[in-house]
């Protein structure tokens, strides 16, 4: 036989473990062993034709195709596609050699050159005092409590649950300085977000304070991995849910009212004021503008009277006779048309009202 078939060796066996037909693994029977006791690894043949044959060199060249294929399969180990948000750190004998970013990349194969891949551009999110269901659909949240519970400034206890959001900023630091950087995020986390409540009052965590909270938060736990070489940068942190606890929920909500109300009063009393104070400031300034206007005018009349009796006095040294005259009259005529006249005769008879009107008989002129 010249050629290499091997298919020729079953050609003549169309279905092997049909019944009663010959089996090319020798034996008879409905199976591999023959006589239906089943298969018998130590009766298991191959029955060859007597003038088969492989290749002269075939036994030389199996074991060079199998190493072949066992090259490039180790070869192949050394090819690496990044995507567009990922890094590689390249160890080399377990040594760090470099960084490779997007894009295909040629590495000598494993063992010699091991890589550590991670997506550092990609925001990531941890939750502090809860967890998220696991389906996006699902927006139900499960509490964790020994996260979420913690103790304030003034020793009240809140309901605390808190977002991080943070992304690789160093392959090399996160990959290596740190044996495990999640749990390292998480566990600083709770202990920074600790901390700063723990120096707030209950107050302000509650109401107003919390924007200042989310960025001691933010600061002093950036810092804290900064420390450790975690390679990871917090982009924000988000107080989502501040509460106290349900067991008193139902008190601290009529505080909260109360407090609401007592705001509410004060900015009423001092929208009040603010609307009172300019109004009385305005009338205070009013007052004082007619004050000083008056002052002013008392004291030039003052001036002008002193100013007419010394003038007055001076003529008076020349002339007192003409000086008084001159003054009775002035006088007279200024009051005389003012004051009614009564004339009555004292030689009437009785029974006669001695009285004649002359207010009637004035003329326009002396009226006036």
């Known amino acids: 036989m010249s050629k290499f078939a091997l298919s020729k060796v079953f050609s003549q066996y169309n279905n092997p473990w049909e019944k009663h037909r010959k089996s090319p693994f020798g034996g008879g029977g409905s199976g591999p062993g023959g006589g239906g006791g089943g298969f018998n690894p130590g009766n298991f043949k191959v029955n060859l034709p007597k003038d088969f044959k492989f290749p002269g060199n075939f036994d030389k060249k199996v074991p060079v195709i199998l190493l072949v294929v066992i090259l490039l399969a180790w070869l192949s180990t050394g090819i690496l596609i990044l995507k567009p948000e990922e890094q590689a750190a390249i160890l080399r004998f377990g040594k760090y050699d470099r960084t490779l970013g997007p894009g295909p990349h040629i590495t000598l194969p494993y063992p010699i050159e091991r890589r550590y891949v991670a997506s550092v551009t990609t925001v990531q999110r941890l939750e502090i005092g809860f967890r998220s269901a696991a389906s996006q659909r699902d927006d139900r949240i499960i509490s964790v409590g020994q996260e979420s519970l913690m103790l304030t400034g003034d020793e009240n206890i809140l309901d605390v649950k808190v977002i991080v959001q943070f992304r690789i900023r160093d392959i090399i630091d996160y990959m290596f300085e740190v044996r495990d950087s999640l749990q390292t995020l998480q566990n600083t986390a709770a202990s920074s977000v600790r901390e700063v409540m723990g120096g707030e009052s209950i107050d302000n965590a509650l109401t107003v304070g919390k924007f200042e909270i989310q960025m001691n938060i933010r600061e002093q736990l950036q810092k804290a991995l900064n420390e450790y070489r975690a390679g990871l940068e917090i982009l924000s942190v988000e107080l989502y849910d501040v509460q106290p606890p349900q067991q008193v929920a139902g008190a601290f909500r009529e505080v909260v009212s109360a407090r609401e109300d007592r705001e509410r009063f004060i900015n009423q009393a001092q929208g009040y004021r603010n609307q009172i104070l300019p109004q009385a400031r305005g009338e205070a300034a009013q007052i004082m503008e007619a004050a000083s206007a008056y002052r002013e005018e008392r004291i030039l009349r003052a001036r002008g009277d002193v100013a007419r009796f010394l003038a007055m006095e001076s003529e008076y040294r020349l002339a007192p006779a003409v000086t008084r005259d001159r003054l009775m009259f002035d006088t007279l005529q ?35």
Not at 354 to 366: E, N, Q
């Open 334 to 368: 200024e009051t005389l048309p003012k004051t009614k006249l009564f004339l009555i005769d004292s030689d009437a008879g009785s029974g006669v009202l001695p009285y004649l009107p002359l207010d009637g008989v004035r003329t326009p002129s002396a009226r006036n």
